[in-house]
């Protein structure tokens, strides 16, 4: 935590400008852009643990290779248009495309999807089983060490830590598969240990529970966080083959979550607490180095999530929808920012204090998110293709009220979603039907 705070706090000395802090002056280097966007965009280890104790294998399914393609379509199709354009985030490029109201809905969506409530929800567990302390006192230290550092030195302070931390995560779970491999042996270990099931892509659940998460990950390509790191890089030269070393690391990482989380289910009870599957393993499995060189781990995958979410969800209300909607004095955006960062650690702390799973606050907020932003923004980088201007603001909010309202009503019913219908396929049906009368209406001679 020392050490955190100390290398954020050094890093906030060389910010001397608003880019400065905003996009730590665009001068992000190959390996510092690997290393926190690596860091940054894989804060989940709770919510793997429980999924990968649960269902296996599936979890690689689930949760990597639809992450892994999208990632790689964005690689390839968008991160250097991106960068060569120069903007700072995805409300800039809306406001480009569409006008000042269109980037108003995407900040404020922006803003509701990036508060990190389920990254404090596993810090604040983490800190809370580790201390034993009350789950709310937990909350609140966790919060305030991940985000102290922002609030002085903004992204160069966030992304000096993701490098530290891209360090200790990845040590912490290399030295756990090769205790767990050591000590039981490999996969003739597992088969015998653990329910067959758990070795297939769908981990005993129905086809329709994987799919609609391949659907969710259409979400990295309008991931904030992917645009925020590329428009921070030195040049564009190295986005392309810096997103395609990141899921490199994202697939190593993933194959040693999921070998511990088979491992786990192997080793654990079948009514251990699933989110804490990785952390109560390391506790009967490692001696007293060892388990605490795991448990930052786990801390550091956390936190490098945390401080990169909360610092998208401050710029987002702080400069995207409240310093663009009055005088726009670029040095006034770093103060915008901080007041604004302590309105999205707020919300956060209460949402991470009212939830209970980790998955189910990625499957709520990725279903409402996509049909705002997916199909306005992937088609604002063409002319020809764009969304129809005049009808782009009434579609995000249709669609996102759309996919909101199908999702809530069922829980007052408390019954499944109608017809068995994933959120997210009512609100892009909502958005596309849209774009569609929108490319007919630019057709017409009244049309933008």
């Not at 290398?7 to 880019?19: I, M, N, P, Q, Y």
Request: net charge positive; proline share 4%.
């Amino acid at each position: 935590m020392l050490a955190l705070i100390g290398v954020g706090l050094f890093r906030s000395r060389k910010v001397k400008a608003a880019e400065d802090f905003l996009l730590a002056g665009r001068r992000l280097s190959a390996p510092a852009f690997i290393m926190s966007l690596a860091s940054a965009w894989y804060g989940g280890i709770l919510g793997i643990s429980e999924y990968s104790f649960t269902y296996g294998l599936s979890n690689w399914f689930v949760f990597g290779l639809p992450y892994y393609l999208h990632a790689a379509l964005f690689a390839v199709f968008l991160s250097k248009r991106a960068r060569h354009s120069r903007l700072s985030s995805i409300p800039d490029k809306l406001e480009e495309s569409y006008g000042k109201n269109a980037a108003r809905v995407g900040a404020l969506t922006i803003f509701l999807t990036t508060m990190p409530a389920a990254y404090l929800l596993m810090l604040g567990k983490l800190l809370a089983w580790i201390f034993g302390w009350s789950y709310p006192t937990a909350l609140v230290a966790g919060t305030i060490l991940s985000t102290v550092y922002i609030y002085f030195g903004g992204l160069r302070s966030v992304t000096g830590t993701d490098t530290l931390q891209f360090v200790l995560m990845y040590a912490g779970f290399v030295m756990m598969v090769i205790v767990l491999y050591n000590n039981f042996g490999g996969l003739e270990f597992l088969r015998a240990h653990v329910p067959r099931e758990l070795f297939t892509p769908l981990g005993g659940q129905a086809f329709s529970a994987v799919f609609v998460w391949y659907i969710i990950a259409s979400t990295t390509l309008v991931e904030p966080l992917f645009y925020e790191r590329v428009y921070a890089a030195k040049s564009e030269k190295i986005v392309l083959p810096g997103i395609l070393f990141c899921i490199l690391f994202w697939a190593i990482f993933d194959f040693m979550t999921t070998t511990t989380g088979l491992y786990a289910r192997a080793l654990l009870p079948a009514d251990t607490e699933k989110a804490l599957a990785f952390p109560l393993l390391a506790q009967q499995l490692l001696p007293g180095a060892a388990f605490g060189l795991f448990f930052v781990a786990l801390l550091a995958t956390v936190m490098s999530t945390i401080d990169s979410y909360s610092f998208l969800a401050a710029t987002a209300l702080g400069r995207d929808l409240i310093w663009r909607s009055g005088k726009r004095n670029e040095q006034k955006v770093p103060t915008f920012i901080r007041r604004s960062l302590f309105a999205a650690t707020a919300c956060a702390f209460l949402l991470a204090l009212a939830s209970e799973s980790v998955v189910s606050v990625w499957h709520g907020v990725g279903s409402v998110a996509a049909p705002v932003l997916l199909i306005p923004m992937l088609s604002a980088w063409s002319s020809r293709l764009a969304f129809a201007r005049r009808l782009v603001v009434p579609a995000m909010i249709s669609a996102g009220l759309a996919a909101l309202i199908w999702r809530i009503v069922p829980v007052f019913g408390d019954c499944g979603y109608f017809f068995g219908i994933e959120p997210i396929y009512i609100g892009l049906s909502v958005s596309l039907a849209f774009y569609l009368i929108g490319l007919r209406w630019n057709r017409l001679p009244m049309a933008d």
